[in-house]
Structures are given as C-alpha cells and as structure tokens.
Antibody, heavy 116, light 113 residues
Framework: QVQLVQSGSELKKPGASVKVSCKASGYSFTNYAINWVRQAPGQGLEWMGW????????SYAQGFRGRFVFSLDTSVSTAYLQISILKAEDTAVYYC?????????WGQGTLVTVFS | DVVMTQSPLSLHVTLGQSASISCRSS???????????LNWFQQRPGQSPRRLIYKVSKRDSGVPDRFSGSGSGTDFTLKISRVEAEDVGVYYCMQGTHWPPFTFGPGTKVDIK
C-alpha cells in the first residue's frame, strides 16, 4: 500500500536549519511528483511548492523562495525539505503529499518548532 | 491566484442528520481538458489530511458513500449524509486547475451537537 513516512518532530533555535525527510513506498517513486504543504498551529493548509521526482526540478510558491529547498534521493525513494535560517514563524507541521494535482496520499506530518 | 472560500466555517450537526459545506472559487475551475480539478479533504483531530473527493464528485477508495461532492464552474458542495461521530474534523476544498499556486479553502470545522 502507498505510504509516505516522514521524519520525527524537530525542536530548533532561531537561525538554525532543519531537514525533513519523506520516504515513499508502495509505488514507483518517480511516477509521481511530491508536494510540500505547511500548516501553522491552528491554521489551514498552505501549498509550499513541488518537486518533479524524475528531473529533481523544484518549484516554490511565493513566500517559500530563498530559505526553503526541496531535494530528492531517488535511490531510497525519499524527498527532503530543508529550511534554513529558521524563524519563529516557521513553527508548523510540514506535510509531503503525493501527486502534482492528485494530492492523494499525505505523510503523517513533521512538527517543526522554532523557539529560543 | 484563485481564492477559495468556504461556508459555513463552523458546523454543528446532530448525529444521523446531514451536513453540507459550500466551496466557491474566484474563477471557473474548468480546465482546458474538460476536467474540473476540485478536491475535498478531511482532517480529523490530530491527523493528517485525507482526500475524500477528487474532480468534484469522484469518491476515493474506502470513503463511505455518505460523502458526496457536486457542483460546477465556481460553486461546489460537499454533502455528508447521516453524520457519524468519526466525521468530526475540518474539511478543506482545494483547486488544482489554475496553478501555481494550488489553493485551499479556509476549512470548515464540523462537530457534533
């Protein structure tokens, strides 16, 4: 069965970096894009961008350019989200989601907490 | 960007009764291929979102037939017939026609009276 398993919660100080992983299984990884979606505490869903799993080409939504980097390791069917120069407002749950328009399978989410 | 609005933002439903959530887009969601890319998601408390409906009315595998989607153009509805306790959560619509960006509605919180 299709699964997206994300890495565990992270507690970071402002200015630090974090890398979230998303390991896919149950399907051919390069057949589907991976989206990243952010959910701030008590808030709704915000699309951050996507990565083409064949080419590795990322595309970022406005507001997520500069400090956010999407990457892949196709040898282990894993997508990554790296956030640098963390700010308090980056505190959120980050989800990886399969499929460019599909959004059919979601990871369990990774809580990133930024506090001093 | 396409703006998605939902109403109501909060819904209190009696068990066994039906509930309807409206979703409106700021422009038509009909794509050039004839499809309308409108998804509905359910997010139960403490869980990740789960897709219920895609392309307006197609129900995902394993989704009870109590859930149905309808609509066209800019107006869409998610109906839950015979609400059960497990239906408590937040429901989001999302458009996948005019991207980037993909945009979500603000969410409708459903709870039981």
């Amino acid at each position: 069965q299709v699964q997206l398993v994300q890495s565990g919660s992270e507690l970071k100080k402002p200015g630090a970096s974090v890398k979230v992983s998303c390991k896919a299984s149950g399907y051919s990884f390069t057949n589907y894009a991976i989206n990243w979606v952010r959910q701030a505490p008590g808030q709704g869903l915000e699309w951050m961008g996507w990565i083409h799993t064949n080419t590795g080409n990322p595309s970022y939504a406005q507001g997520f350019r500069g400090r956010f980097v999407f990457s892949l390791d196709t040898s282990v069917s894993t997508a990554y989200l790296q956030i640098s120069i963390l700010k308090a407002e980056d505190t959120a749950v980050y989800y990886c989601v399969r499929g460019l328009v599909d959004f059919d399978y979601w990871g369990q989410g990774t809580l990133v907490t930024v506090f001093s | 960007d396409v703006v998605m609005t939902q109403s109501p933002l909060s819904l209190h439903v009696t068990l066994g009764q039906s509930a309807s959530i409206s979703c409106r887009s700021s422009q038509s969601l009909v794509y050039s291929d004839g499809n309308t890319y409108l998804n509905w998601f359910q997010q139960r408390p403490g869980q990740s979102p789960r897709r219920l409906i895609y392309k307006v009315s197609k129900r995902d595998s394993g989704v009870p037939d109590r859930f149905s989607g309808s609509g066209s153009g800019t107006d869409f509805t998610l109906k839950i017939s015979r609400v059960e306790a497990e239906d408590v959560g937040v429901y989001y619509c999302m458009q996948g026609t005019h991207w980037p960006p993909f945009t979500f509605g603000p969410g409708t919180k459903v709870d039981i009276k």
